[in-house]
């Protein structure tokens, strides 16, 4: 998922058009500082960390390559996150089938982090397999200075249109891999986002919420409950005690706050495509582009690290090479 513009438009675009995916802290999260200050984060997890430990809803947009999570970087934003339909369509130009191996999702991850100076959620799908296989990859993701790591309890193919979804993996093996994963991770390594499909597999809300709480006491330190309502939200936020993570529209963050949980969120890749389909239709059509936002020459310079690659050449002679 995605996003672009410029000027005036630029802000309408981002405001209105690009999609944002957003965590909130609604309680204390584990490692809280205590009443002295506290020691500046000496990790991308520990500068998550204590992100979230902040009153508001920490918008974070759901990038799809590094470019877009430069920009973003760019923009502002404080925390951003790369999905596994993202990687998905990004990379391969494929649906969010399941398809993607854990390999390609840490491979993407880890060139986005180290392009970024600010925490990145990546999405590890069911984490590649076994608990084994969920510290194996947690070791890369740790490494490669990911912040925070989204495993699911949803495995097998998936979102495929008109067809089932996969399986769900049982509640104390999904628990059993976020300990993996944590202990796989260490010391102020990546959080765990813990995402239950339960619902959309026919679950009852209640075993859901035990889910859940088996996967907060498991140590994941945020939660995400794919087509959970408002009110199911608030039960979660207050039986789990993490913040919460979800995707949603604007008109979500009023209903949300009045509740005491506060998750807006909504998907940019949609409207990056659809920026992008725009302009090309422009261009068949009338043989030009005209109108349409770009994006300013400063944010393609940042994205491009020009100035420090112009010291470089400027140090090293280049020209001369």
């Known amino acids: 998922m995605s996003q672009e513009d410029s000027g005036a438009s630029r802000r309408d675009f981002f405001g209105a058009a690009a999609g944002i995916a957003a965590i ?155 300990k993996a994963a944590l202990d796989a991770g260490g010391a102020g390594g990546p959080l765990v986002l813990a995402r239950s499909d339960g619902l959309g597999k026919g679950e009852s809300f209640d075993q859901v919420l035990a889910r859940v709480k088996a996967y907060s006491d498991a140590g994941a330190e945020m939660i995400f409950v794919s087509g959970a309502s408002l009110e199911q939200k608030k039960k979660i936020s207050e039986v789990t005690a993490k913040p919460l993570f979800s995707t949603g529209g604007p008109a979500t963050v009023t209903e949300e706050a009045a509740v005491g949980v506060k998750v807006p969120a909504f998907a940019i890749e949609p409207y990056a495509l659809g920026a992008s389909h725009a302009a090309m239709s422009a261009l068949l059509k009338d043989g030009k582009i005209a109108g349409l936002p770009t994006v300013p020459r400063e944010a393609s310079l940042a994205i491009a690290d020009a100035k420090m690659w112009a010291e470089i050449h400027q140090k090293y002679n280049a020209d001369k090479a």
Do not use: W
């Open 24 to 178: 909130a802290a609604t309680a204390v999260t584990p490692g809280a500082a205590s009443a002295a200050a506290p020691a500046a984060p000496s990790s991308q997890g520990d500068k998550l960390r204590a992100l979230l430990r902040g009153k508001d809803p920490l918008p974070a947009p759901i990038v799809y390559d590094v470019a877009s999570a430069k920009l973003a970087q760019f923009m502002g934003f404080k925390v951003i996150t790369i999905g596994g339909s993202a990687t998905s369509s990004g990379m391969y130009g494929m649906g969010d089938y399941g398809m993607a191996t854990i390999s390609e999702l840490v491979e993407l991850a880890v060139r986005m982090a180290q392009a970024l100076d600010v925490p990145l959620i990546a999405d590890a799908d069911d984490g590649g397999g076994n608990p084994m296989n969920v510290y194996r990859a947690m070791k890369r993701y740790a490494k490669g200075g990911v912040a925070c790591v989204l495993l699911e309890d949803l495995t097998g193919a998936k979102h495929v249109p008109g067809r089932p979804e996969g399986q769900m993996v049982p509640q104390a093996v999904h628990a059993d891999k976020i």
